[in-house]
């Protein structure tokens, strides 16, 4: 047998319960009062140990709160134009443009999962705690749906449908099934199959980290749990706001009885959510009616910096960046990709800003450096390539 005090998967709630009832045997009937307090204990056995309480920190609260704060850069897809995309039009969801309809829902939600896992153990919990609680499961539903709808807009495919389903699903059922079995590791059975779980896992780690460069270790293990979150950060907190209500429904003989003020404000909170998310699809709708009709230039702020006054900007610039790209592209595809990736993003938001000509002069002006530099590059690389081609000719003749 495994000694419960050093399973830190159990809680102390749990371990009280289980010696409580084993104990009962060596008291007989004399153990009245021992077995009421048994009884007590046992209907707190739903208590929650620190590891899973760690989960549902992070899975709760901590990855919701980072996939929201980058959702302040703006839609996954970055809409330029009226596209026709089902993920351009509910992308403004994700972002503040339309969600913020949904902001204090889902704080009140978090600030409720946090007071219930810092207070857990001690006693019933107030109503608008259950259903700050309750509510996030609607929250965190609608959020899956529609980030998995953009994100299978994007990539429809089986392959990309089976791996978002395995990352926002698959994860937490895996993690879950650990912990179920870690809890019942006495058991020898349940032992070698935890043991064989988690041998399998450090063994897929450590066979992927071999297709990584040693030198990128570091950014991998840092930023592929951050990315991966920011992918399935609404399943995962699907499953921690179901598992918490589970666990309060699992204690409902020890509730309070609802008084009508509560019952009105449990149902004001749950309309409020029912209205928010339809009301968030028309915001983004009407965002996405604002965007242009045709796809803009690629030269975003480039272009709007063209426009300018006529007597101090000219099209040189313009013409000298585009070449720099097209080089670039050819000559460094994968810096070329990123950089494109990174200005395809914050581009049209700073073009958007330059509404006047003296506000493109100005851009034109602070973009004279970078197109210094561009044209000194594509002098050294022309330079190159002359040289690179009379070696060559020497070699051949």
């Known amino acids: 047998?495994?000694?419960?005090?050093?399973?830190?998967?159990?809680?102390?709630?749990?371990?009280?319960?289980?010696?409580?009832?084993?104990?009962?045997?060596?008291?007989?009937?004399?153990?009245?009062?021992?077995e009421a307090d048994a009884?007590?204990?046992?209907?707190?056995?739903?208590?929650?140990s620190r590891p899973v309480k760690v989960l549902l920190?992070?899975?709760?609260?901590?990855?919701?709160?980072?996939?929201?704060?980058?959702?302040?850069?703006?839609?996954?897809?970055?809409?330029?134009?009226?596209?026709?995309?089902?993920?351009?039009k509910l992308g403004y969801i994700i972002a503040p443009q339309a969600g913020w309809v949904l902001y204090p829902l889902l704080c009140y939600a978090m600030?409720?999962?946090?007071?219930f896992l810092i207070r857990e153990q001690r006693g019933l919990m107030p109503s608008w705690v259950r259903f700050g609680i309750g509510g996030g499961i609607p929250l965190a539903l609608f959020y899956t749906v529609i980030l998995d709808t953009i994100l299978l807009n994007e990539n429809a495919d089986l392959l990309s449908l089976i791996g978002l389903i395995s990352v926002q699903f698959g994860i937490p059922l895996f993690i879950g099934s650990l912990v179920w079995l870690h809890r019942r590791a006495d058991q020898p059975k349940f032992r070698v199959l935890r043991n064989a779980l988690m041998s399998l896992t450090l063994a897929a780690a450590i066979i992927g980290m071999l297709f990584v460069n040693s030198s990128d270790w570091l950014s991998v293990i840092i930023g592929f749990p951050i990315v991966l979150s920011l992918f399935a950060g609404p399943g995962w907190a699907l499953f921690a706001y179901a598992h918490v209500t589970r666990v309060l429904h699992r204690r409902q003989q020890t509730w309070q009885a609802l008084s009508k003020p509560q019952m009105i404000g449990g149902a004001a909170y749950f309309a409020a959510i029912a209205g928010a998310c339809p009301t968030s699809i028309l915001l983004s709708l009407n965002r996405y009616s604002t965007l242009p009709v045709t796809p803009p230039s690629s030269c975003y702020v480039v272009t709007a910096a063209s426009?300018?006054?006529?007597?101090?900007?000219?099209?040189?610039?313009?013409?000298?960046?585009?070449?720099?790209?097209?080089?670039?592209?050819?000559?460094?595809?994968?810096?070329?990709?990123?950089?494109r990736l990174a200005y395809d993003r914050i581009g049209p938001a700073l073009a958007r800003r330059i509404s006047n000509p003296w506000l493109a002069d100005i851009a034109y002006l602070l973009l004279k450096p970078v197109e210094w530099l561009a044209r000194l590059a594509l002098i050294v690389w022309q330079t190159v390539s002359s040289v690179n081609r009379s070696f060559n000719h020497e070699d051949l003749g």
């Not at 009280?16 to 004399?30: I, P, Q, T, V």
């Not at 204990?41 to 929650?48: E, G, Q």
């Not at 600030?111 to 007071?115: E, I, K, N, P």
Request: hydrophobic residues 40%.
């Open 1 to 34: 047998m495994v000694d419960d005090r050093l399973n830190p998967w159990k809680s102390p709630v749990e371990i009280e319960s289980e010696h409580a009832r084993s104990g009962l045997s060596s008291f007989g009937n004399d153990g009245a009062e021992i």
């Open 39 to 48: 009884h007590s204990a046992a209907s707190s056995s739903t208590a929650i």
């Open 57 to 88: 920190v992070v899975s709760g609260i901590l990855v919701p709160g980072l996939c929201h704060g980058v959702s302040f850069l703006g839609p996954p897809t970055s809409p330029t134009w009226q596209s026709g995309e089902l993920s351009d």
């Open 111 to 115: 600030v409720s999962l946090a007071y």
């Open 307 to 339: 426009r300018g006054h006529v007597w101090l900007v000219n099209k040189n610039q313009l013409v000298a960046l585009k070449m720099f790209e097209l080089v670039l592209q050819a000559r460094y595809p994968r810096t070329h990709r990123m950089l």
